[in-house]
Every structure is written in C-alpha cells, then in structure tokens.
C-alpha cells in the first residue's frame, strides 16, 4: 500500500488519475493535492469534468458501472482504489452535498440524525445533542429549533441546503464535497451558504464545484482550471484571477469560452 509520508497537509494527493466512461475518457493524468483546512474550488466550461472529479474523491462515481480508473488518490496517505480501505468509511469521511438540495421526506430532526442512527447511535439525549451541534455548525439552528419535528419540505431551499450541509456535519466527516451547492438559490441564501463555508474551513477541508468564478474568487483558497478532462491550471485563487500562467485559464476567466 502505498503511504505518502511528504506532506500532512495534504488530505488528498491525486495522482496520474484517469477515467473513463466506458471508452470516453473523462478525465485525463489528473495530478493535485487538496489542502487540509482549505476551500478548493474546481472550475471549467460545462462537461469538462468537475463533477465526475469530486464524485471520485469519495469513490461515488463507482455508482456509474461503466466507470473504469487508473492512478491513485491518497486520502491521508492511504489509496483509496485499495482493496482494504472501507468504501462506506471513506464516504462518511468524505461528505457530499449536491446542487439540489435532496433532505428526505422527513422531520428536520430525522434528516439531521440520520447518518448516526444509522451508525448505531439510538441514545435520544445524544442524539440531540448531535442535532443541536450540527444544526449550529450548518447556521441553521435559530431558524429550526423551534419546529424540529416539522417535515424538512417546509424549509426554504436555502435552508434545506444548510438542513443538507447539517446532516452532513453529523456524522463527523473530515472533508466536504461541494457540487454547485448554491447554483439553485437566490443572491441571499447564496450569501449565507459561502459565510457558512467559510467558518467550516476552520474544522474541516472543502472542496466546491462552482460555475461561478466570482464564487470561487470570493471564497476559495485555491483554484483548479479543469479543461475538457485536463487539470490545466492549480494555484492560489489569487494567482489563478489576477495572473494565469496559461492562456486557456486567461481566456475561461476572462469569459472568452465558456
Ligand atoms: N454517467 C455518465 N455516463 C457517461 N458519460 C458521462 C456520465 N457523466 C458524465 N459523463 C461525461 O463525462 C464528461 C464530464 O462530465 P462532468 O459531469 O464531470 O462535467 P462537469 O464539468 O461537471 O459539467 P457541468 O458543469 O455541465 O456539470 C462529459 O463529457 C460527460 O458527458
């Protein structure tokens, strides 16, 4: 198994990562590290492959069965593609929250508990407790807490993504998956999910998918240039807006293509 002992800093070290769908392939020796306690956003013209990137982060791309990889992709050091790491531990370590938001037909409390219950937890002060913290964590709680047992539908969208984002918290991942989280809402919930992920970065390593640069101007740490399945460009999100070393990059964020 392969250890990487250069850099603790890095939560994920992808390396000479390919994929494949089927005989299209998708993403091309893709080779980059994500930052511990950073937001890295991942941006590119629409198919380029920024999805299919982070779904196999935590090995949930593998739900599309003609998918086939190469490469590796150490997650603390470790591969994930080896026969021993655990699938299901890996994608409790490594959450995901989606571009729509997806709470279940279900109480807020429900939705919030539903990773730990799963994992065994039934003690119900516990279980509040969990409730009460990630639904603090996810700036949720003084909208909520009041009408716990209503059903998570009568939420706005923007607070069915934090109500996602708190579930996500609850069963204590390391890193966070972002897919276009706020490409359905409005300008203000918007506002409070970025704040939001911004205050995460303290305690856990995010990585967003966003169509929007000023996005991932605004509030990445780093920025990874994605372009019809090469990594073109990785750097501080300053350098990548104010001083691209490739001109692909100039012409994607000057909005040549795209
Ligand atoms: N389930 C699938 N089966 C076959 N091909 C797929 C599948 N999902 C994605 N692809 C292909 O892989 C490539 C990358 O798609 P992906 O969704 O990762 O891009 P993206 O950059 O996230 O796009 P968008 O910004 O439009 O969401 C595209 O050519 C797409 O058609």
């Given at each position: 198994m392969t250890q990487n002992l250069e850099n603790e800093n890095n939560v994920f070290d992808v390396r000479d990562l390919n994929l494949w769908y089927g005989n299209d392939q998708a993403l091309k020796n893709i080779n980059m590290q994500i930052e511990k306690n950073k937001i890295t956003a991942i941006i590119g013209p629409?198919?380029?492959g920024k999805s299919t990137f982070i779904k196999t982060l935590n090995r949930?791309?593998?739900?599309?069965?003609?998918v086939r990889t190469s490469g590796e992709i150490l997650y603390h050091g470790k591969d994930i593609f080896d026969k021993s790491m655990q699938v299901e531990e890996l994608r409790t370590k490594v959450g995901m929250v989606f571009q729509k938001p997806n709470p279940f037909p279900k109480s807020i409390f429900e939705n919030v508990v539903y990773g730990p219950k799963i994992h065994g937890i039934k003690d119900k002060k516990l279980l509040m407790e969990i409730a009460e913290n990630s639904l603090k964590s996810a700036a949720l709680w003084d909208e909520v807490k009041d009408r716990?047992?209503?059903?998570?539908?009568?939420?706005?969208g923007g607070q069915q993504q934090r109500l996602c984002i708190a579930r996500c918290l609850a069963v204590q991942p390391d890193v966070i998956l972002m897919d276009?989280?706020?490409?359905?809402?409005d300008p203000i919930a918007t506002l409070k999910i970025e704040e939001l992920m911004d205050s995460l970065k303290n305690e856990y390593t995010i990585a967003i998918v966003t169509h929007s640069m000023q996005q991932a101007a605004r509030i990445s740490d780093k920025t990874a240039f994605f372009l019809m399945g090469d990594l073109i460009e990785y750097d501080k999100t300053e350098a990548i807006f104010?001083?691209?070393?490739d001109k692909r990059t100039e012409d994607y964020i000057t909005g040549r293509f795209g």
């Open positions: 629409s198919g380029c949930m791309i593998e739900n599309v069965p003609i716990l047992n209503d059903n998570a539908y009568g939420l706005s276009e989280p706020t490409s359905a809402l104010s001083n691209p070393r």
